[in-house]
C-alpha cells in the first residue's frame, strides 16, 4: 500500500491567480496521478507524472494550466494557473503500485474554491 | 467507447438494512475492477480488487462479485452501519498496453438510523 499526503487540504484564491498543490508519498512509486473532481462527479484524469520524464496531459487538460513538477519518486505538485471560478473543484493525487501498476492509492484530496 | 455505468445514482436505507449496488462495464481488454469508498470530502479508499478469474472476493461486510462474461460486477453491503454513508465508485482498469482506467460516476448511499 502507500499513503499519500496533500497540502493544502484546502484553499480559497481569487481569480487570476495560482495554487501549487503538493503531493507526497511514503514510499518510491514510478507513476502518479492528478486527477479533478468537480462537485458531484466522479474522478477526471488530468495526467500522469513519471518521475524523470514530461507529464502527459489528458484531452482538455494543457501544460500552461495544468503544470507538473515531478522531481523524484516521492513527490509531485500540480499547480492550477490563471484560476477561474470553473477550476473549483477537489483535486487529488493517485499512485499506482503492484503489477502493472495495475493498484491505485488516492491522496485525501485538495479543495479548492475560487471565487 | 470504454464506459462504466453504475446505479442506482442514490440509495437511502435504514441502518442495519443489507444493499446492493451495480457496475456494468464495456471496457476491454479487461485488466480489473475495483470498488472504491469515498467519504464526503475526502479521497477514494480502495474496498476490493478483482482480476479476470475472480468472481467474488470480501472484506468485511463488503463483498464485491464480477461476472466477466456479462460484464457486471456488484457491491454489497451486509448490516450497513451509518458511517458507510458516502459514494462507491466503480472503477475498471484496461491494459491496452498501458494504463488506462475508466471510474464510474459513483453511487451515492445514505445510510440513516
Known amino acids: 500500500s502507500a499513503v499519500i499526503s496533500q497540502k493544502p487540504s484546502r484553499d480559497i484564491c481569487q481569480r487570476g491567480t495560482s495554487l501549487t498543490i503538493q503531493c507526497q508519498v511514503d514510499s518510491q512509486v514510478t507513476m502518479m496521478f492528478w486527477y479533478r473532481q468537480q462537485p458531484g462527479q466522479s474522478l477526471t484524469l488530468i495526467a500522469t507524472a513519471n518521475q524523470g520524464s514530461e507529464a502527459t496531459y489528458e484531452s482538455g487538460f494543457v501544460i500552461d494550466k495544468f503544470p507538473i513538477s515531478r522531481p523524484n519518486l516521492t513527490f509531485s505538485t500540480l499547480t492550477v494557473s490563471n484560476m477561474s471560478p470553473e477550476d473549483s473543484s477537489i483535486y487529488l493525487c493517485s499512485v499506482g503500485v503492484g503489477a502493472s501498476y495495475n493498484e491505485q492509492f488516492f491522496g485525501p484530496g485538495t479543495r479548492l474554491t475560487v471565487l | 467507447k470504454n464506459q462504466v455505468e453504475q446505479s442506482p445514482q442514490s440509495l437511502i436505507i435504514l441502518e442495519g438494512k443489507n444493499c446492493t449496488l451495480q457496475?456494468?462495464?464495456?471496457?476491454?481488454?479487461?485488466?480489473?475492477l475495483r470498488w472504491y469508498k469515498q467519504d464526503t470530502g475526502r479521497g477514494p479508499v480502495s474496498l476490493t480488487i478483482?482480476?479476470?478469474?475472480?468472481n467474488t472476493k470480501s472484506n468485511g461486510r463488503y463483498t464485491a462479485t464480477l461476472d466477466a462474461d456479462t460484464k457486471q460486477s456488484s457491491l454489497h453491503i451486509t448490516a450497513s452501519q451509518l458511517s458507510d454513508s458516502a459514494s462507491y465508485i466503480c472503477?475498471?482498469?484496461?491494459?491496452?498496453?498501458?494504463?488506462?482506467?475508466?471510474f464510474g460516476a459513483g453511487t451515492r448511499l445514505f445510510v440513516k438510523a
Open positions: 457496475c456494468n462495464y464495456t471496457v476491454s481488454p479487461f485488466s480489473n
Open positions: 478483482m482480476t479476470f478469474s475472480e
Open positions: 472503477v475498471v482498469t484496461s491494459n491496452t498496453g498501458g494504463f488506462k482506467t475508466i
